[in-house]
């Protein structure tokens, strides 16, 4: 089973981004599916999280901003992200618990910048 992660780039404060998440491989159930952050010199943290049935839970620094979505039929995840700050640059990580088991995709490095 794999997750990968795309969507990453530059971008103006004030822009917008799509991140995509794909789980492949032998899948049964994907259960609870989530993006997480790191920015240089900082944890890891939660962005989003979203369940099967559609359950969404965002960072408050991200409310209002961003939106999680699924596609169970693909095994796909999205989080669109809108009025970027500099402070939402950061590698981003798509996270999945799929058949009970927790899987980390690869990152993909988003940068607010000027």
């Known amino acids: 089973v794999q997750l990968q992660a795309c969507g990453g780039g530059l971008v103006q404060p004030g822009g917008s981004l799509r991140l995509s998440c794909a789980a492949s491989g032998s899948i049964f159930t994907i259960n609870v599916m989530g993006w997480y952050r790191q920015a240089p010199g900082k944890q890891r943290e939660l962005v989003a999280s979203?369940?099967?049935?559609?359950?969404?839970n965002y960072a408050d620094s991200v409310k209002g901003r961003f939106t999680i979505s699924r596609d169970n039929a693909k095994n796909a995840m999205y989080l669109q992200m809108n009025s970027l700050k500099p402070e939402d640059t950061a590698v981003y990580y798509c996270?999945?618990?799929?058949?009970?088991?927790?899987?980390w995709g690869q990152g993909t490095l988003v940068t607010v910048s000027s």
């Open positions: 996270s999945a618990n799929i058949d009970l088991r927790p899987y």
């Open positions: 979203i369940t099967r049935g559609g359950y969404t």
